[in-house]
């Protein structure tokens, strides 16, 4: 039954006659290709595509003057005077004190003045203080709007919100014929 003398079998991890399962077969590595053109590094992620004609007034910068243009404008910093250009939006932290006229405008921070726009959207963290003047206005619950608000005329024909109505002309002087004679008081 025990036998001493018996040599170990080696094809057994611990001589109980238990197979040891074979090593597995160690992949060679293939040869890469060689190329004649070094690897290039992958170029960095960039940020979305944004429109060339956007300008942004960023946080923590104040601007005292009036803006106008035929392009976009991101105010999250602080404006101080009139805005006119196709598209406002207004960041949480921004804030306006002026008139605003554009096509599109959104609010998610404070306006202090006149909005005149064709499509105007305040958002729940707004606060807007003056008249709105606009053919869609659109106010998400949680803003604040204190002012009055005037739908304009859709169907006018040639109207561009973004142009100033053209002052009246100055009458001419009345001409009179007729002479007219201070007499002192008596």
């Not at 077969?25 to 590094?41: E, G, L, V």
């Not at 956007?54 to 404006?79: F, H, M, P, R, W």
């Not at 921070?109 to 003047?133: H, M, N, P, W, Y």
């Not at 739908?151 to 009179?176: F, H, I, V, Y």
């Amino acid at each position: 039954m025990f036998n001493k003398n018996k040599p170990l079998d080696n094809s057994t991890s611990s001589g109980l006659g238990i197979p040891t399962p074979p090593e597995p077969a160690k992949p060679t590595p293939a040869a890469a290709p060689i190329s004649a053109a070094p690897a290039r590094a992958p170029e960095p992620a960039r940020p979305a595509a944004r429109s060339s004609s956007l300008s942004t007034l960023s946080a923590g910068v104040k601007y005292e003057g009036n803006i106008s243009g035929a392009g976009e404008l991101q105010v999250d910093g602080s404006l101080k005077g009139d805005i006119r250009v196709v598209r406002v939006v207004i960041g949480e932290g921004g804030a306006v004190e002026g008139t605003v006229h554009a096509d599109i405008l959104e609010v998610r921070g404070r306006v202090s003045g006149a909005i005149v726009a064709k499509q105007v959207k305040l958002f729940a963290t707004s606060r807007v203080e003056g008249d709105i003047t606009q053919e869609q206005l659109s106010i998400e619950q949680g803003a604040w709007f204190q002012g009055r608000c005037t739908q304009a005329k859709r169907d006018t024909p040639g109207a561009n919100m973004l142009e100033s109505p053209t002052p009246a002309e100055k009458p001419a002087p009345a001409k009179t014929d007729a002479k007219v004679e201070a007499k002192p008081a008596a």
